[in-house]
């Protein structure tokens, strides 16, 4: 049941467990044989950014948490359904490069896993679950790098990216979850729209947005620099990822969330992201083109 401002009520469902991670808040709630996570605490546009990085993932066909507006106890957030199915058990990028570590110490094995990159944690399963797929693994962390860099999300930390294994111990990178800095959102974007004079202004504005899953501990986090090498080495993967994010349209993206929630997006949210993120997307677009006329 949702309510005049098209937030789901969540009053009825069974609180299982609580707890604080940083600023937010979140309760896991049960709903008949569902389980639900709740979360609340957010700041500026942090929900929007939620509900909109969800449809535009979804624009591109990439595996995503859903979210939605939602209200518990009087207090307004996102609610996301579990995506685990039966029998499967979710491990955070975290922990899962943890206890590399500790398997890489035991065995003498010189890797030292320093930061959050996709290099590191695909040595971590090639290192812990030798029967992993790490084509398919690399894959998906591309696609996540990928999706962060043209969403300027800036907050991938390790436990923001997740492994999930099934009881034959077969793994894979959890849906995107978690965009709630995507494109500065977590700030007063209003100031940044008002600096926003022509298109070359975006681009001084955007390109200072860092990003946090690396694609190695070497990363300088220049998008420019990191996108156009990987384009290089990994033409083939980078071509799929790019044919779907070619899809993305912030404008329809943000018309389903105006629907779901029965209120209109701050008109400053729009305008901050279609400039935003339409032109990172550009971005994108041109440096791939580059890479595939020197190939």
């Known amino acids: 049941m949702k309510d005049k401002y098209g937030r789901i009520i969540l009053d009825s469902y069974i609180p299982l467990n609580h707890y604080t991670t940083g600023r937010k808040e979140k309760i896991w709630l049960m709903n008949g044989e569902q389980k639900y996570l709740f979360k609340t605490g957010a700041t500026n546009y942090e929900i929007l950014a939620e509900l909109i990085a969800e449809k535009l993932a979804k624009q591109c066909n990439f595996l995503t948490a859903e979210y939605r507006l939602a209200t518990y106890q009087g207090k307004t957030g996102v609610v996301t359904p579990s995506f685990l199915k039966k029998g499967e058990i979710i491990i955070t990028g975290d922990e899962y490069i943890t206890h590399a570590k500790e398997i890489a110490k035991q065995n003498n094995i010189h890797l030292e896993f320093k930061g959050n990159s996709v290099e ?154 279609r400039k935003s993120i339409m032109n990172r997307k550009q971005d994108l677009i041109n440096i791939y083109n580059k890479s595939v006329r020197e190939l």
Do not use: H
């Open 120 to 273: 590191n944690i695909l040595n971590a399963c090639a290192l812990q679950d030798t029967n992993a797929d790490l084509n398919k693994i690399m894959f998906q962390l591309l696609t996540i790098f990928c999706f962060d860099l043209t969403i300027m999300e800036s907050d991938r930390n390790l436990t923001n990216i997740s492994i999930i294994k099934d009881l034959k111990g077969n793994i894979k990178i959890a849906p995107i979850y978690d965009c709630s800095t995507m494109a500065r959102m977590n700030t007063n974007i209003d100031s940044l729209v008002s600096n926003l004079r022509d298109d070359s202004q975006v681009y001084n504005i955007t390109d200072n947005i860092q990003y946090t899953l690396k694609l190695t501990d070497d990363d300088d986090l220049n998008f420019m620099n990191e996108f156009s090498k990987l384009c290089g080495m990994f033409p083939k993967e980078v071509s799929t990822i790019m044919e779907s994010i070619k899809k993305i349209d912030v404008d329809n993206a943000i018309d389903e969330v105006e629907k779901e929630i029965n209120n209109s997006v701050p008109y400053s949210v729009r305008y901050w992201l």
